[in-house]
Each structure stands twice: as C-alpha cells, then as structure tokens.
C-alpha cells in the first residue's frame, strides 16, 4: 500500500475495521468526531453498523449490548463524553463485556477547550467509574500507532473481556502524518473463545480452579441458544445475584488475576538509551513526541539521557518504570496535565527522584521546556 | 538532527489555512518527504483563530509543531499580530495585504491574494491556494508538479481547474516578486 496522508482519528477508524470491529455507535464530540465520520464511511461497506446515537451514555449501552450479540464493538467520544459513559464501562468491567472505549482528549474539565489537546483523563481512565476493577488504557504517540493500539485495544479486550480504553489526544487525533497501512492478512487478531459445554453446563463468568492459566471464561453471543444472566450486581458464576461474600471474593480475583498475570503480553512500551543514562524521561501520548525531541537534543550536547516511552498506560508498568529507574539518579515526567500519571511514577521510584514538566494551557509542552530541565539536573548531578 | 522545515499557515475559520496544509502537506509526502500537520482553531465553524502547521523532513520528525516557522502565511490581521514576528530571522513572512494592513516587520512580502484570486476565478474563496502558489514559488519546498497534484486531489468536485488558476496566479506573483 503506498504512502497517504491520514489524520489519527481516521486511523483509528481504520484500525477498528481492520481489528474485525463491526459496530460503532456514539455521539459526535470535538476532536473525536473524525473516528464517526470515517467509520460511517468503512462499516456499511463491510457489512458493519453504524449508528448515532442521542448521546453518550446510550452510545456505550449500545456497544456494551452490540458485544454481547457477538460483534466487536467500539464507540469514540471526549472527556465531557467520557465522564457520562462512566457507569456503563463500570457495568462492562462487572459483566466483562468486551469493549474499546476511545477518548480522544481535549483540554477539560467541563467543555474545556475542544479543540486543545491535553492529557487530563488519565486517572479518569482508570478510576472514572465506582468500585474496584481492573481496566487497560493504551496511549499512541503517531498516526500510525493509532492504527496498531486501536488493533491491540480489540485484541486485548477480546482475550480478557474486558472494557479497553484507547486514550488518544486533540493533537494525535487531528495531526496529519504519512501512514502505510499494514495488510490486513498480516494482522494477528484476537478472536472470542468459543465454549465447548453444552447450554445447560455453561457458566458464563466461572472460576476455574486456580492455576497457572489465566482465567477468562468464553463469553457466547446471545441468540446461540445459551441462556444466562448479565447484570451489574456482583452476580454467581451463572451471573444471578448473590450477597455471598464466598462468591464476591472468587470474582474480584479472576477479574484482576486475569490482566495481572498477564502483564507480559498487555504491557507495552519502548526504551531506548537507558543502560548507560543517569537520567530518564518517561513519557506517553503526544507529550512523548516533546520529549524524544528533547532527549535527543540533549544527546548531542553530551547528556545521558534515557527514554521510556509507556504505550500501555494502564495497567502502570510498574516492574518496568522500577528497573528502568533503578540505577538512575533523576526522572522527568512531561504531562500534558497538572501531574496525573506522575503519582505513579513517584509512588514506585520515590518523589525525590522526580521532577515533574507540566502544561494544562490548551499548548503542547516544548521540547525546550523539558530540555531545560534535563540541563538543570545535569548540572546537579 | 537533520534541518526540520518548518511552515505556519494562518488566518480565520473559513479561509481555508487548514486545507492548505493539507495541500502542502500531501504535495510533501508525493516526494518522499516526511511530514506532519497539525492545525489549530477555535470551536467556531467561522471565524475566530485558526492556523496550519506543517513540518517537513528528510527523515522522522519527532516534535510535530512549529517551533520557529521558516515560512509565515497570513491571511488576517489577527494572524499577523499573533504570529508575525514568530518567522526564524532570515525567513519569509507572506502577507494577504487584502486583510492585513499592519505588517509586523518591513521584511513581510505583501501579495494582495484575495483580490488576486478574485481577479482569475472570481471566488475570493481561494486566495489560500494562491497563497500556495506564492509560498510555494518563493520556497521551491515543494514541485509545481506534486503541488498540482494535491491541490486536485483535496479542492471540491468541480473546482479543479479554478484552484489550479489559482495556484499559477500564485506561481506567478512569486516570479514577479523573485524578479
């Protein structure tokens, strides 16, 4: 395929397709509206769905009820869309329903700033809905790897049915870059695990005896003759409500037994530069882009400086960012918010190693700034 | 680093600084060159702020905005107090004298666009793409030919041809600028 001129958002919608998504249905909402467009355009050609919905809310109970039908689904908003979807990617991460959830944030709180990008729903992705759960949030940094994550979020809800948030930005979604596009018979795609019981024996959320497997029972559309029970009440292995703590407690550990151990294949990320670095520079999304400029820069002039680069921003990589920082003396964390993903950094490698680069003006970081704080270090080092 | 070009197209909603990025940006990628745009604007559909920034490279561009434009396009006043006296020392600042009658330096070179692109297709609507054509012509950033292609591959059904006036009226005014 030769080379073409893509926005981020289109490859996102690109990607869906490509990943086997068959059904979309959202709410139009700056910067996202160009994954709606474009998905208008990609879906009935293959057979897919489209829809618009009212709004945001009926937008995720329409994918969470497209998934259960068997299809892969996805719907793509902003942070004011985001906050109203909360409840039901709540019910999704309950019933684990696979679905992708794409935020393509804009400058908040409230309507913010829709055309400004900005890194402000971090911790909204992964604590925006109540209780405890387990949730996966990737981040890209060009178009391209729009196109690779927006593959992986299906994949990685599929395998571990569960809710996957794609958490883009203004400036990913809306730049322009030349991409070329895989083939699609050379992607490798996740598919639902079909169960092998008959209807009567089929239990929809079982727990397994506890191994070394990962534990994610096979979730079969309805319509095929299995019948059962989905709810958002902490429910049996049949999914019917219960009160017994015996079966609450089995839940809460599949559910979070299932990514934590399988961390190897869900974390993702780059480093580059870290074996002989004294100081490292850990970051996601678009603000990653700054901070490579910066790192690079600061080569020429003779630092050493590492980079760390989390595609996979839930759940934290906390074993890598840990060994990545071990030897280090200071780490830099660009954000384009007031210090979200920081927390973590500085809860596994101690706050006195870090410093923080922060903008939440609706302007991207420069890499100056961030440049500029690599030098003060080298000069305290 | 190798050099990083770099272009800043602004003016307001409507006037189309955004889709001629676009245009220089696709016209970039014909060539082999590597690429981004970004654009910036306000929540209006017109009016209000808006600009285009494209980054042209030999190899992989990791800071996607403008950091100091070697080219300015401005296409309103607002645009030019803005982002006027951005432009790297030594580099071009193109204005529409149309909309903008304070320049921000006497190095600005004043093309009347609008009224150019009125005068060849009678629509005041594309004086970006005549735009191009200057910033084009002046820079040689891009071939005439890559840039014909892209201006026919993202102007409306129909418009083919008037844009494509457009863009020669640019060409032109360059050729008579250059001397």
């Known amino acids: ?381 | 680093m190798t050099r990083r070009f770099e272009m800043r197209l602004a003016g307001t909603g409507g006037q189309g600084a955004i889709l001629a990025g676009i245009i220089l940006a696709d016209a970039a990628i014909r060539e082999g060159k590597t690429v981004v745009q970004t654009q910036s604007y306000g929540p209006e559909a017109r009016g209000g702020a808006s600009r285009s920034e494209i980054v042209i490279s030999a190899d992989e561009i990791d800071y996607p905005k403008v950091l100091e434009p070697d080219v300015t396009l401005c296409m309103s006043q607002e645009a030019c107090d803005r982002y006027g006296r951005q432009t790297r020392p030594g580099g071009l600042l193109v204005i529409d004298s149309d909309h903008v009658s304070r320049a921000a330096t006497t190095q600005a070179v004043r093309v009347p666009l609008t009224s150019l692109a009125r005068e060849v297709t009678g629509r005041a609507i594309a004086a970006n793409v005549v735009g191009l054509g200057v910033l084009a012509g002046l820079t040689g950033i891009v071939s005439r030919e890559s840039l014909e292609q892209a201006v026919e591959a993202h102007v409306p059904a129909g418009t083919g041809d008037l844009n494509l006036r457009a863009l020669a009226a640019g060409y032109e005014e360059a050729r008579l600028i250059k001397g």
């Open chain 1, 1 to 381: 395929m030769t080379a073409r001129l893509m926005q981020g958002d289109e490859a996102c919608a690109e990607g869906a397709v490509a990943a086997g998504c068959r059904f979309f249905a959202g709410y139009p909402i700056t910067p996202a509206t160009e994954i709606a467009e474009t998905l208008s355009r990609l879906l009935p050609r293959v057979g897919g769905k489209f829809i618009q919905m009212e709004d945001e809310i009926a937008s995720i109970a329409a994918v969470i009820g497209a998934s259960v039908g068997g299809a892969k689904a996805l719907t793509a908003t902003s942070g004011p869309g985001f906050s109203l979807m909360q409840e039901n990617i709540g019910y999704a991460a309950m019933a684990e329903i696979p679905c992708v959830i794409v935020n393509v944030q804009r400058l908040g709180p409230s309507t913010g700033r829709p055309t400004s990008p900005a890194q402000g729903d971090v911790m909204q992705a992964r604590w925006g809905t109540h209780g405890d759960y387990p949730v996966i949030a990737l981040a890209p940094w060009t178009v391209r790897e729009t196109f690779d994550l927006t593959v992986q979020a299906f994949n990685l809800s599929e395998r571990y049915r569960t809710p996957v948030i794609l958490l883009m930005d203004e400036l990913i979604g809306h730049m322009r870059e030349q991409v070329r596009l895989p083939d699609a018979d050379t992607l490798e795609l996740a598919r639902r695990t079909e169960t092998r019981v008959p209807p009567r024996w089929y239990k929809p959320f079982e727990n397994f005896p506890d191994g070394p497997n990962v534990n994610v029972p096979p979730l079969v559309p309805f319509g095929e003759g299995y019948r059962y029970h989905i709810t958002g009440l902490h429910h049996d292995e049949r999914g019917y409500p219960t009160d017994r703590p015996d079966e609450i407690r089995p839940w809460l550990d599949r559910v979070f037994g299932k990514i934590e151990r399988s961390l190897s294949d869900i974390l993702l990320y780059e480093e580059d530069g870290i074996e002989d670095a004294n100081i490292l520079v850990i970051a996601y999304g678009s603000t990653a882009r700054a901070a490579r400029h910066a790192v690079k820069q600061a080569r020429t002039r003779g630092s050493r400086v590492g980079f760390l680069r989390l595609k996979t921003i839930w759940p934290f990589a906390e074993e890598v960012v840990e060994r990545a920082a071990a030897r280090l003396h200071r780490v830099v964390v660009p954000e384009l918010n007031r210090g979200q993903l920081v927390l973590e950094v500085e809860r596994v490698v101690g706050r006195q190693k870090v410093r923080r680069v922060n903008r939440a003006d609706g302007e991207m970081i420069r890499p100056s700034e961030i440049l500029a704080v690599i030098e003060d270090l080298e000069g305290a080092v």
